[in-house]
């Protein structure tokens, strides 16, 4: 299993403006992954962060407005850039330890664009 | 296009009233379908790995089944604290572990 810390938990930020999640793997893992979580619905993948190298990223999502980074096995961040109301939502950062698949949370950090 | 269709979306029981949730979904060759719980304001926990069809997971009062086209999560006797957001995701076998979620069954159970 993995422990995973996020920060910040939440925030309300300013329209135009961006900001960084970060995301702590308590041991290494083989994958880490970004989620959205708008409110009341499912879980959507926006990228998944590859060590050293650039994110792969889902349909929908660009790397100008969702940049990510993920210097080491145990640390992953996430910028949420240029802001607007429709990005608020519950971002979620992922860990995969192993390859059997199951994945292990953060508690989410919760954006409010005003 | 992989799918996963979870049902109901909500769900009410009384306490030790019985019932399943279940979880239709396509993929193009399966490598897992998971379980998670996730309680409000909390990230997905996971609860299940299954990973071909016949096979059966059992964890206190949840057991989660599977077949080709579908997956069943059977709660027996629930109390109160097993309310949450019960969520199924499909992983295939081409999809290099991106993970598919569904909406997920909102469960409530009254005492």
């Known amino acids: 299993s993995a422990v995973i810390s996020q920060k910040p938990s939440r925030d309300i930020c300013q329209r135009g403006t961006s900001l960084t999640i970060q995301c702590q793997v308590d041991?290494?893992?083989?994958?880490m992954f970004w989620y959205r979580q708008q409110p009341g619905q499912s879980l959507t993948l926006i990228a998944t962060?590859?060590?050293?190298?650039?994110?792969?990223?889902e349909s929908g999502f660009v790397i100008d407005k969702f940049p990510i980074s993920r210097p080491n096995l145990t640390f992953s961040t996430l910028t949420v850039s240029n802001m607007s109301p429709e990005d608020s939502s519950i971002y979620l950062c992922s860990a995969m330890t192993g390859r059997t698949g199951e994945l292990f949370f953060g508690e989410g950090s919760r954006l409010t664009v005003l | 296009e992989d799918q996963v269709t979870q049902s109901p979306e909500a769900l009410r029981l009384q306490e030790g009233e019985s019932s399943s949730l279940n979880c239709s979904y396509t993929v193009s060759g399966l490598r897992g379908l998971f379980w998670y719980r996730q309680d409000p304001g909390k990230g997905p926990e996971f609860l299940f790995t299954l990973y071909s069809a016949g096979e059966e997971k059992e964890k206190e009062r949840l057991k989660a089944t599977l077949t080709k086209k579908e997956s069943f999560l059977h709660i027996t006797a629930p109390k109160p604290e097993d309310s949450a957001t019960y969520l199924c995701?499909?992983?295939?076998?081409?999809?290099?572990?991106?993970?598919?979620f569904g909406a997920g069954t909102r469960l409530f159970v009254k005492a």
């Open positions: 041991s290494q893992v083989t994958m």
């Open positions: 962060a590859n060590q050293g190298s650039e994110a792969t990223y």
């Open positions: 995701a499909v992983q295939a076998k081409t999809g290099g572990f991106k993970t598919i």
